[in-house]
């Protein structure tokens, strides 16, 4: 059974950079067909797409955020990861990680989820 | 903003039927899929595609489309299924994902 579990700081200083990474079990990331993102939900809101990025590297990013975030895959640990630029106080919410499947038709199914991290930035 | 809209809150009483609906142009060429969200959990997917249900999801959940509008209907809902729920698909350029702001679901 495909698992995804969330890493990293649960605290991050404003103008900082928060990383993350996100630790598949029970399958690899060469699934095939599949990509792995990231999504966002700060407090109270709703979801938000971040970004995804494919087993050959590639990459694709919400608009919104694509000047300040970086993906990127470790086949040897099964890991991939995210680094988000300049952090201000709208950047606090919990983080999840999930697997992107289906053929395209299917408008990205989404699972399984990790549980999510939340990230707080304060000084 | 999100490409899909959904209402923000819908209430439904114990027992009864209740559809949740996300409206979007691109669900004329992408499916939606739906996602459930309880307090201080991970969303989990409970359809997929036109009517699909991942093991585990009761067939009390059902899916439809019509035009530019994807439903997600409960037919005897339970306590349990009180919830946000959110819809997702597709982008204009069919790369990227989008979501719905989500619905609230209360069972009186």
């Known amino acids: 059974q495909l698992q995804l579990q969330e890493s990293g700081p649960r605290l991050v200083k404003p103008s900082e950079t928060l990383p993350l990474t996100c630790t598949v079990s029970?399958?690899?990331?060469?699934?095939?067909?599949?990509?792995w993102g990231w999504f966002r939900q700060p407090p109270g809101k709703g979801l938000e797409y971040m970004g995804n990025?494919?087993?050959?590297?590639?990459?694709l990013y919400n608009p919104s955020l694509k000047s300040r975030l970086t993906m990127s895959v470790d086949t040897s640990k099964n890991q991939f990861s995210l680094t988000l630029n300049s952090v201000t106080a709208s950047d606090a919410a919990v983080y999840f990680c999930?697997?992107?499947?289906?053929?395209?038709?299917?408008?990205?199914?989404?699972?399984?989820w990790g549980q999510g991290t939340l990230v707080t930035v304060s000084s | 903003s999100s490409e899909l809209t959904q209402e923000p809150a819908v209430s439904v009483a114990l027992g009864q039927t209740v559809r949740i609906t996300c409206q979007g142009g691109n669900l004329r060429r992408f499916y939606a899929n739906w996602y459930q969200q309880r307090p201080g959990q991970a969303p989990s997917l409970v359809m997929y595609g036109k009517d699909n249900r991942p093991s585990g999801i009761p067939d009390r959940f059902s899916g439809s489309i019509s035009g530019n509008t994807a439903s997600l209907t409960i037919t005897g809902a339970q306590a349990e299924d009180e919830a946000d729920y959110y819809c997702?698909?597709?982008?204009?350029?069919?790369?990227?994902?989008?979501f719905g702001g989500g619905t609230k679901l209360t069972v009186l």
């Open positions: 997702n698909s597709r982008d204009s350029s069919g790369d990227l994902v989008v």
């Open positions: 990025i494919y087993y050959s590297g590639r990459t």
């Open positions: 029970g399958g690899s990331l060469s699934s095939g067909g599949s990509s």
């Open positions: 999930a697997r992107i499947g289906g053929v395209a038709t299917f408008g990205g199914i989404i699972h399984p």
